[in-house]
């Protein structure tokens, strides 16, 4: 069984064709990165019209490095949600040609539930049941992930994400785009402990999560220390805001794992590739006999290998989509019962 996946939800068009559900025979990105950096983030239009320009050389280059035709591939799982809409209409657009021109079936997947399932990707020998903290430019959640194609959700973010704050919070310290990685560098030269910010929603049993409070507390930090002249450590400030939201979802992941008798976290989304974050998470679980897995760097990005996979297992239980498919670009994750 051979699934191509489309990804195309942000600036990363990117193709993918994978056997049997996990073993990867192309993952190939092409990046906008360069391209937005000048303007401080992402800018839609932009990115969609290099998603056009981009879709047809990232298939060509999937299938020679993947030593397949077009005709070898049997069905075509594509991430309609969430994300831009323009740039989600490209990805959806495209696997709908395909799809109808080769007679395969179309797989709708959740660009979420595609970043958890990048871990199966990394750890062969990784099988549910285990508790999933998603954690992506737009999204944070706690996911209790029961099997393959039944999980349901145990709290998410109220207002920005994880990963919007550290954007956020990089621009403020006149930061290059993406923000997270740089923060991530940054507070490596600072102290953790030099400025003490707020965490929300820590009561017990309780996993929501908040994060524009803690945004901010940081411009209000910025702002009074300009207003009295005071010079600013950008190291510090940093290292300092890093800890909270690591704090934050270390907690939250620890217990909620706890309250749902799992043994076994994985971390999924873009922010998983934050080093402290693994690090912090690794030394909590060895700490609680909890088993602890993130995916490889390359699978934390946008990328199609996690389409295809999450793709593979919802046709396993013929989770198909008609050529009416759409972008859905406030898509959520929501529970799935088999």
């Known amino acids: 069984m051979l699934t191509l996946g489309i990804e195309s939800s942000c600036d ?4 993918a064709i994978i056997k049997e559900g996990r ?49 070898d591939i049997d069905q075509i799982a594509v991430a309609y949600g969430p994300g831009l809409v323009g740039a989600l209409l490209v990805g959806v657009s495209a696997a709908k040609a395909l799809a109808y021109s080769l007679d395969v ?30 954690v992506s430019g737009g999204h944070t959640a706690l996911v209790n992930m ?18 919007e704050a550290f954007d956020k919070v990089a621009r ?41 409070g803690l945004k901010s ?12 002249s005071i010079e600013i450590n950008g190291a510090d400030v940093a290292a300092s805001f890093q800890k909270t939201v690591i704090d934050i979802l270390v907690y ?15 971390l999924a989304g873009g922010v998983a590739a934050n080093s402290m974050l693994e690090a912090k998470l690794m030394e909590q679980c060895a700490q609680n006999d909890i088993k602890f897995y993130y995916p490889s760097k390359i699978l934390c990005t946008d990328n199609a290998a996690m389409i295809a996979c999450r793709g593979y297992y919802q046709s396993l239980k013929g989770k198909f989509a008609d050529m009416d498919l759409n972008a859905v670009p406030h898509l959520t994750l929501t529970d799935w019962e088999e």
């Open 23 to 71: 073993e990867i025979l192309a993952n190939v990105i092409s990046t906008q990165i360069p391209i937005h950096q000048k303007f401080g983030g992402v800018v839609p239009e932009i990115a969609s019209r290099k998603h056009i320009v981009n879709i047809m050389p990232v298939l060509d280059e999937a299938l020679q490095k993947a030593d397949k035709k077009l005709s």
């Open 252 to 266: 939250k992941a620890i217990t909620a794992a706890q309250k749902a008798n799992m043994n076994t976290i994985v």
């Open 12 to 15: 990363e068009t990117s193709i």
């Open 146 to 163: 029961k099997d393959y194609n039944k999980f349901s959700l145990m709290g998410e973010t109220r207002d920005d994400a994880a990963g």
């Open 105 to 134: 079936p179309l797989i709708p997947v959740n660009h979420l539930e595609g970043h958890i399932f990048a871990n199966f990707l990394s750890h062969p020998q990784l099988e549910p049941p285990f508790l999933a903290l998603v």
């Open 172 to 212: 403020l310290l006149g930061l290059p785009y993406p923000g997270g990685p740089q923060i991530d560098r940054l507070a490596k030269d600072g102290n953790p402990d030099a400025i003490d910010f707020p965490k929300a929603l820590m009561e017990k049993n309780n996993y929501e999560f908040s994060f524009s």
């Open 217 to 228: 507390a940081v411009i209000n930090y910025i702002h009074n220390a300009k207003q009295k």
